[in-house]
């Protein structure tokens, strides 16, 4: 497991918190992008 300071990728404004959405980020390998693209929409209800 990698470790690795995202907050140059991710700034305050990408998180969005509300009373019916949060913001939840991922990290993949870029190799495994094409499957994640294809696959996480059928992690859960409501994704």
């Known amino acids: 497991l990698a470790v690795?300071?995202?907050s140059d990728l991710v700034k305050p404004?990408?998180?969005i918190a509300s009373e019916?959405?949060?913001t939840l980020i991922?990290?993949?390998?870029?190799?495994s992008q094409k499957?994640?693209?294809s696959?996480?929409?059928?992690?859960t209800n409501f994704v």
Do not use: F, G, M, Q
Not at 39 to 43: D, G, H, I, P, V
């Open 26 to 31: 991922a990290v993949i390998p870029k190799y």
């Open 39 to 43: 696959s996480y929409e059928t992690l």
């Open 13 to 15: 404004d990408d998180i």
């Open 4 to 6: 690795r300071d995202l």
């Open 20 to 22: 019916n959405l949060v």
């Open 35 to 37: 499957d994640w693209l």
